[in-house]
């Protein structure tokens, strides 16, 4: 299963990523569409000049793949991927939707 979590802009792991949501990879690829991802093998820090505000919003989406995970597409190594272009909002309706 791969995960999908939300991420506060900042840096500093405490309240920056939300709970994961788990999906299989070939659920996401098939409801991802053509949406462009971007690979980090760490958990990336997005716009980390500051420390993460625990009040802020959820700006980003990022999935984790993990070991031995079946990987194909896209999704061709364990680790992170940064959706592109992609809200918060849009993926939760994206995952709540069969």
Same mark, same amino acid.
Do not use: W
């Given at each position: 299963?791969?995960?999908?979590?939300?991420?506060? @802009?900042?840096?500093?792991?405490?309240?920056?990523?939300?709970?994961? /949501?788990?999906?299989?990879?070939? @659920?996401?690829?098939? /409801?991802?569409?053509?949406?462009?991802?971007?690979?980090? +093998?760490? %958990?990336?820090?997005?716009?980390?000049? %500051? +420390?993460?505000?625990? %009040?802020?919003?959820?700006?980003?989406?990022?999935?984790?793949?993990?070991?031995?995970?079946?990987?194909?597409?896209?999704?061709?190594?364990?680790?992170?991927?940064?959706?592109? @272009?992609?809200?918060? %909002? @849009?993926?939760?309706?994206?995952?709540?939707? +069969?």
């Amino acid at each position: 299963m791969a995960q999908v979590f939300y991420v506060r @802009d900042g840096h500093g792991e405490q309240h920056r990523l939300s709970r994961g /949501k788990p999906i299989s990879v070939t @659920d996401l690829i098939s /409801k991802l569409g053509q949406k462009r991802v971007q690979f980090s +093998p760490a %958990a990336p820090t997005l716009n980390g000049g %500051a +420390p993460v505000d625990p %009040a802020s919003a959820y700006r980003h989406v990022v999935i984790r793949i993990e070991p031995g995970e079946e990987l194909f597409g896209r999704f061709s190594a364990p680790g992170y991927y940064l959706v592109l @272009d992609f809200t918060v %909002a @849009d993926c939760a309706k994206m995952l709540s939707n +069969p």
